[in-house]
């Protein structure tokens, strides 16, 4: 179902809102668990901006970007959820579960979710930053205009969220010598969640 708004618009020009969640929804759902290190969290946190988009399609599929309107919607709520755990004393980080070894073939499942749980760890201007980067390959402009902050603002929590995930490690396989072989976390593994 193509709508057509006070006919200025031609049906190759507006998407229909069942198209859209769709097409976008699953990297909608990968930018909010990024952001909230839950499965839950992040289901709930799309649908919410869904609801709310759904109410406003008409204004937002005019727009440039619906999927960068509902990226910011959905980095909004995250934001918001943070700040209303840390204002309520909850603890939003999740415990580590045993590891696999290198050699099974799902380590790498392992291995994400691992590198989530550092990146969950991060504060969320931080964890943002990361996420519109290096997920959505937005550059400091684009970032900065979509938090209200200046892009050097994103260039430094870029830089210091870069510092606090290369620091996370995890053993990398057999020990050797007594001491386990750490493998440093990369933002390659990023990509596959």
């Not at 709930?44 to 109410?55: F, G, W």
């Not at 790498?108 to 290096?134: C, F, K, N, S, W």
Request: aromatic share 6%; glycine share 6%; charged share 30%.
């Amino acid at each position: 179902m193509i709508g057509l708004r006070r006919g200025r618009e031609t049906a190759a020009e507006r998407i229909d809102f069942t198209e859209f969640v769709q097409q976008r929804s699953a990297a909608l759902f990968r930018t909010a668990y990024l952001l909230t290190g839950s499965r839950e969290t992040a289901e709930d946190l799309v649908q919410e901006a869904l609801e709310k988009a759904y109410r406003r399609w008409s204004r937002i599929c005019a727009a440039d970007s619906p999927e960068a309107y509902l990226r910011r919607m959905v980095v909004n709520l995250a934001n918001d959820r943070w700040r209303h755990q840390r204002h309520d004393g909850g603890e939003a980080a999740g415990t580590a579960e045993d590891r696999a070894a290198d050699d099974d073939p799902f380590a790498l499942v392992d291995l994400r979710e691992e590198l989530v749980q550092a990146l969950h760890a991060l504060p969320i201007g931080m964890r943002t930053a990361v996420v519109l980067h290096y997920l959505h390959d937005m550059d400091d402009q684009q970032i900065a205009e979509m938090l209200n902050v200046s892009p050097s603002t994103v260039r430094s929590q870029l830089s210091r969220a870069l510092v606090k995930l290369r620091a996370a490690r995890r053993p990398a396989g057999p020990s050797q010598g007594g001491r386990a072989v750490a493998r440093p976390l990369t933002l390659l593994d990023l990509k596959g969640v």
